[in-house]
T-cell receptor
Framework: EPEVTQTPSHQVTQMGQEVILRCVPI?????FYWYRQILGQKVEFLVS????????KSEIFDDQFSVERPDGSNFTLKIRSTKLEDSAMYFC?????????????FGSGTQLSVL | RKEVEQDPGPFNVPEGATVAFNCTYS??????FFWYRQDCRKEPKLLMS???SGNEDGRFTAQLNRASQYISLLIRDSKLSDSATYLC???????????FGKGTKLSVKP
């Protein structure tokens, strides 16, 4: 079965540093998402991306966050100046259509630790 | 605010038992609901989609009650390998963001 791949699997950074989390969605998918899960908490929606622009974003996705699809295959999440509370598992996901009709495939996640 | 609420458990059951989880949602406009399975420190994996009056897949049955705004998951003849956290999720936005519950932990014991 095709899969969403994410790199790195673990990222440790110092507070205030920039991080870029990388994802390769499934090749024929058109909709891309980032979710995060703080340890012991819910999986939370961050942002959805379609046709090279943000479709929807949550209140978590503030000016410190940005997404990009730089080369037609990668989908990245950048956190400009990390805070301690950004420590979480970040999941990338993709789907071939909007979720009323299509299932969402998740990558295995990047565990971000901000020290 | 759109919310999805679940009993966190844990549910500790013996092998072969039948176990049911419920989930309530607050967004009456949601059209689609899903049950995901999440193993410890892993990604959520889709277990079942739940549409209209519900559906069955082997030992798993999902039901949707729109009037009461809840969905349920029934697992029959539970196996050790069913031990995981079960997340319910509802479609929350215009471009497909899912709102997840916190999950219900299931432990199946021999």
């Amino acid at each position: 079965e095709p899969e969403v791949t994410q790199t790195p699997s673990h990222q440790v950074t110092q507070m205030g540093q920039e991080v870029i989390l990388r994802c390769v969605p499934i090749s024929n998918h058109l909709y891309f998402y980032w979710y995060r899960q703080i340890l012991g908490q819910k999986v939370e929606f961050l942002v959805s991306f379609y046709n090279n622009e943000i479709s929807e974003k949550s209140e978590i996705f503030d000016d410190q966050f940005s997404v990009e699809r730089p080369d037609g295959s990668n989908f990245t999440l950048k956190i400009r100046s990390t805070k301690l509370e950004d420590s979480a598992m970040y999941f990338c996901a993709s789907s071939s259509g909007v979720l009323t009709n299509e299932k969402l495939f998740f990558g295995s996640g990047t565990q971000l630790s901000v020290l | 605010r759109k919310e999805v609420e679940q009993d966190p458990g844990p549910f500790n059951v013996p092998e072969g038992a039948t176990v049911a989880f419920n989930c309530t949602y607050s967004n009456s406009a949601s059209q689609s609901f899903f049950w995901y399975r999440q193993d410890c420190r892993k990604e959520p994996k889709l277990l079942m989609s739940v549409y209209s009056s519900g559906n069955e897949d082997g030992r798993f049955t999902a039901q949707l009650n729109r009037a009461s705004q809840y969905i349920s998951l029934l697992i029959r003849d539970s196996k050790l390998s069913d031990s995981a956290t079960y997340l319910c999720a509802g479609y929350g936005g215009s471009q497909g963001n899912l709102i997840f519950g916190k999950g219900t932990k299931l432990s199946v014991k021999p």
